[in-house]
């Protein structure tokens, strides 16, 4: 079975192949007034560099690791082995994608999911593989049955988003038991003054800066249990797991 065609059978809409990726959206969707920082995303400018000049750069910023050492650990924890399905949410043009396929047998899987035509585009040419399938969905209504993921994640985008801790709670839904979920998302600074400068900033060009904790609590009100957060600069990453179904 190809990727695409094990991807279909995960799906509980139907989708349409359009240049190399899956659709079940159709006509262009996008927010009622779409940010400076969404429009960038939807560029196809944006898309061409993004993965070699503009995220290394931002995130080495935002939060001094680099796109290597992000890369090992997201595959350290996510765990993605043997036939196990992962989910990239907002995977952009796949740098992440394709490594953590990298990582699964020949029967796993590895989707990666965004709502930006030029960033699948980039996906599909510069990072498909033989586990990899790229969708165009909207993550606040992910088009799958709950408990369908070994693993999902979403990297650098959930303050780019309309209903960030809605994505959230999807990302949990489809998780399977005893999955590991990972985000790496902004975090508002604890020192006064430099809240005054950089939340209204961030807002300027569209993006939100999260509590310390929202993330945190989020996951564990959903019943999430290994909740671990690490704090670097103005980004967080945390990281959970869903507990194992009781023994019958």
């Not at 952009?92 to 020949?106: I, Q, V, W």
Request: proline share 7%; net charge neutral; charged share 20%.
């Amino acid at each position: 079975m190809t990727p695409i065609e094990a991807t279909r059978a995960l799906l509980n809409q139907a989708a349409t192949l359009r240049q190399g990726y899956l659709d079940v959206l159709g006509a262009s969707v996008s927010s009622p007034a779409p940010t400076v920082a969404q429009r960038a995303m939807n560029s196809p400018l944006v898309a061409t560099v993004y993965e070699r000049v503009w995220r290394p750069l931002a995130f080495y910023t935002a939060s001094g690791v680099t796109t290597g050492s992000e890369q090992r650990r997201a595959r350290r924890d996510l765990r993605p082995t043997g036939t196990a399905k992962l989910l990239d949410i907002a995977c952009g043009p796949g740098n992440f994608t394709r490594r953590l396929a990298d990582e699964l047998s020949d029967d796993g899987l590895a989707v990666g999911l965004d709502i930006s035509e030029p960033m699948l585009t980039r996906a599909v040419a510069d990072n498909s593989g033989p586990r990899t399938c790229y969708l165009r969905a909207d993550a606040r209504a992910l088009p799958f049955e709950d408990e369908t993921f070994d693993a999902v994640c979403c990297f650098g985008a959930l303050y780019l988003m309309p209903e960030p801790l809605r994505v959230a709670q999807e990302m949990v839904r489809v998780l399977a038991p005893s999955g590991r979920i990972a985000i790496l998302t902004s975090c508002q600074s604890g020192f006064a003054p430099a809240r005054l400068v950089t939340t209204p900033a961030a807002a300027v060009v569209g993006l939100r800066m999260f509590d310390h904790d929202t993330f945190v609590d989020m996951f564990a009100s959903a019943g999430l249990i290994d909740i671990h957060q690490d704090i670097q600069r103005a980004m967080q990453y945390v990281t959970a797991t869903k507990p194992p179904n009781p023994a019958r």
